[in-house]
């Protein structure tokens, strides 16, 4: 196995006429906690489906835990722990059911399977309720049996595919912990989410995915350190943004701010507020709102695609980069078991 | 991490075809559980064959006596074939939908990303289809016996008819996973249930062949339904003799060993699209 359990060069798959990934490059080092972070439709999910062997990719190669994702498909399946955002979890069967049939897919012997299972239902919290249907489990006993299915081999790579989406904040914690404990146990871990608190909480180096290409990488701290002045988001009335932007741009660089907000790094400090404040009451525009905030990943993100994040219409709708395949489509639509 | 982590080693999670029959083992088993744990969905296909038989009795009772119709007892034991097909044919459907079901809702997807034997995830699917047909045989032939269904083979011929119901269950189930494979969709395989209907309509289920004429007697003589129908038929009338016992094994084996080579093209079709 090479030092990198995650390479990917040049990754790129098509679907149709469209790009979902457009040339991904990476390399995650073991030990890692490495956050994917772009909103739906980036291209994250694609590029973890191709890392995890479930899509051929058009062009480029990945190895991952030291075998390619197409030559040596069935090594990597064997070395990776997989928890996809789509993958659902069979409703009527139970906890211990589930994590019975996941050992028999992994080969695991009779004779260890009772054992691990319990150990791995004990983890996540899930011995009392391992004989109940998973359909009587709330959204986060869920995931944390899906995790716990993804361990079942005691894999050195895990991927996570969005692992707290729909989660409440307690069962986010509770599964960042999870994530946390097993990361210092030595597992690598590729994680993609649309929460930026998420990938700057967990995660010891991101990558930006916008429209299949990656943005930004590197350390949380370092690309926030990367944007510099903190950012002055105003909001005022709609016909007064234009005056507003001319009096904002002789402070900073303008940044994209949420919907009807405007936002500009204070090239100056948060010490500029007060004269930044003057000029717009000089100029006539009445501001309604006013906030300043320390370069955050959601600035970085904005510096990176143009639009926010959080809180923004202006990102693309889900599926905008058409990486949504056939089959993802009708469960969008009917949603999960 | 934990006392299994220095046992848990490669060489015990390589696959070997002890390996590959351990998992098309644990498929069934959650294919036959998933069956049993929704009986709003299994009842019908047992309930509404049987309700079939009986009016069918009650309406056409008269008609054993027709030039052409076998010598049977009563209408019950010429319609019992009819009615094991008739819920064979629908319960392998509800089989096929949980295929699709498991591609749409994303199962089959955790299936793929574990080292699971492909072929084993079609097989360990069908092999819940096919206790399912087997349990449906026997069900349909003990609760109409009673009534005057009378089984000519006996004991040897109600095994041979149990087994001639869970072959029917595999050939159909094959096809329609085809169709789940192909298109990936539940609402796709269910939309084959009415042509299955018509299709059974047009064939020898409800009456023979001998009393049929014209464009109908030479659907029914292409549609391979009648002629599954027919095999099982030759035991509940005939006896237990070699030919009705081919006729009833045979004939569904040989739709089986053509509806699994399809089955295992479309899944290879659809593991090379991904």
């Given amino acids: ?337 | 991490m934990t006392s299994t982590t220095a046992v848990l080693s490669q060489t015990q999670v390589t696959r070997s075809p002890a390996t590959a029959v351990r998992q098309t083992v644990a498929l069934a088993k959650r294919s036959t559980l998933e069956l049993f744990r929704q009986p709003a969905i299994v009842l019908p296909s047992m309930i509404f064959p049987l309700f079939f038989a009986f009016l069918g009795n009650s309406s056409f009772g008269r008609t054993t006596s027709l030039p052409g119709f076998p010598k049977v007892s009563s209408y019950l034991q010429f319609q019992l074939a009819g009615t094991i097909t008739q819920g064979v044919l629908f319960g392998s459907v509800t089989g096929a939908a949980a295929l699709a079901t498991d591609i749409e809702n994303g199962f089959f997807d955790r299936l793929l990303a574990a080292p699971t034997s492909r072929t084993g995830i079609l097989f360990g699917r069908l092999a819940g289809s096919v206790l399912f047909g087997a349990l449906e045989t026997a069900v349909f032939i003990f609760a109409l016996l009673p009534f005057g269904a009378d089984v000519s083979a006996g004991i040897r011929g109600i095994v041979a008819m149990i087994v001639s119901g869970a072959l029917i269950s595999l050939a159909v189930g094959a096809l329609m996973s085809s169709v789940a494979l192909k298109t990936g969709s539940s609402e796709a395989v269910q939309g084959t249930f009415p042509l299955l209907f018509i299709l059974l309509f047009f064939s020898s289920a409800f009456f023979p062949r001998e009393t049929m004429s014209g464009v109908y007697k030479t659907i029914a003589g292409l549609n391979p339904i009648s002629h599954l129908v027919e095999g099982l038929r030759a035991l509940s009338l005939e006896g237990f003799t070699a030919s009705a016992t081919a006729r009833a094994i045979l004939v569904p084996l040989a739709i089986a060993i053509v509806a699994l080579f399809i089955a295992n093209r479309q899944l290879r079709s659809r593991l090379k699209s991904h």
Avoid: C
């Fill in chain 1, 1 to 337: 196995m090479t030092s990198s359990p995650i390479i990917a060069e040049n990754l790129v798959r098509h679907f149709g006429d469209v790009q979902a990934v457009k040339g991904i490059n990476l390399e995650i080092k073991a030990g890692e906690i490495f956050g994917f972070l772009g909103p739906n439709g980036a291209g994250k999910s694609t590029a973890v489906r191709m890392l995890t062997t479930l899509l051929r990719p058009t062009s480029g190669t990945a190895r991952v835990a030291g075998y390619d994702v197409v030559k040596d498909a069935d090594m990597v399946r064997r070395s990776i722990g997989v928890a996809l955002q789509d993958a659902a979890i069979d409703p009527l069967m139970t906890g211990a059911e589930l994590l019975a049939l996941q050992a028999v897919l992994y080969g695991i012997p009779q004779s260890l399977m009772k054992k691990r299972s319990d150990e791995l239902l004990e983890r996540v919290g899930l011995t009392a309720a391992a004989s109940r249907r998973v359909s009587t489990y709330s959204g986060g006993m869920r995931r944390r049996l899906d995790l716990a299915l993804s361990l079942i081999h005691q894999p050195t790579v895990l991927f996570l595919d969005e692992p707290t989406t729909g989660l409440d904040p307690m069962s986010r914690l509770t599964l960042w912990e999870e994530v946390r404990r097993l990361n210092k146990e030595g597992t690598t871990v590729m994680l993609t989410t649309q929460y930026l608190e998420e990938a700057d909480q967990l995660a010891d180096r991101i990558a930006i995915i916008d429209h299949g290409k990656i943005v930004r990488e590197g350390r949380p701290v370092d690309l926030k350190a990367s944007v510099g002045a903190p950012t002055l988001i105003i909001k005022t009335h709609a016909d007064q943004e234009e005056r507003a932007k001319a009096v904002l741009e002789t402070f900073g660089d303008l940044r994209p701010g949420a919907e009807g907000a405007l936002g500009v790094g204070l090239r100056g400090g948060a010490a500029q507020v007060t004269e930044v404040v003057r000029k717009l009451d000089e100029s006539g525009v009445h501001v309604q709102h006013l906030e300043i905030n320390e370069p955050s990943l959601d600035d970085v993100f904005a510096e990176a695609t143009g639009y926010r994040l959080e809180g923004s219409d202006n990102a693309p709708p889900a599926g905008d980069n058409g990486v949504e395949e056939p089959d993802k489509k009708k469960k969008s639509r009917r949603g999960r078991k």
